[in-house]
């Protein structure tokens, strides 16, 4: 018997030092109901102005380093146009890079497990010096043969 199946719950990461960080395992980890899902999709909202989210390289950590180097050219601290600075300089900066990565992703679930290519992960994008621990809300949608 196939039965719709819909799970939804708040994963809260460990904060992390800013810079991009692969928190696949995390998020897997956190909902075993994964398994149990046939075909489905997952979709993940990061619950903050000041981090992303998004689905990049995850076996080559130099990658993260350099999506961390790109972004802080492109978007500099102490830039003297910025009028929201009361948080710190690295703070509108991290708003502006977290509209740029965005804060959602939607993935596949195909057979138990989510349909990330081979060389594909889920990369948290810490955009403060000190932004503490990040809320996601996971939905789990799909067919479970359960």
Known sequence: MINNYWHSEKITLPPHPRGF?????????????????EVGLLHLMLQHTSASLTINENADPSVRKDLESFFNHTVKE?????????????????????????????????????ALGTWQGIILGEHRDSGGSRSIIATLQGKSGV
């Open 21 to 37: 960080h692969l928190v696949t395992d995390s998020i897997t980890g956190a909902l075993p109901q994964i398994r149990d899902v």
């Open 78 to 114: 102490n830039t003297p146009y910025f009028i929201h600075t009361y948080e710190g300089p690295d703070d509108m900066p991290a708003h502006i890079k977290s509209s740029l990565m965005g804060c959602q992703l939607t993935i596949p679930v195909q057979q138990g497990r989510l």
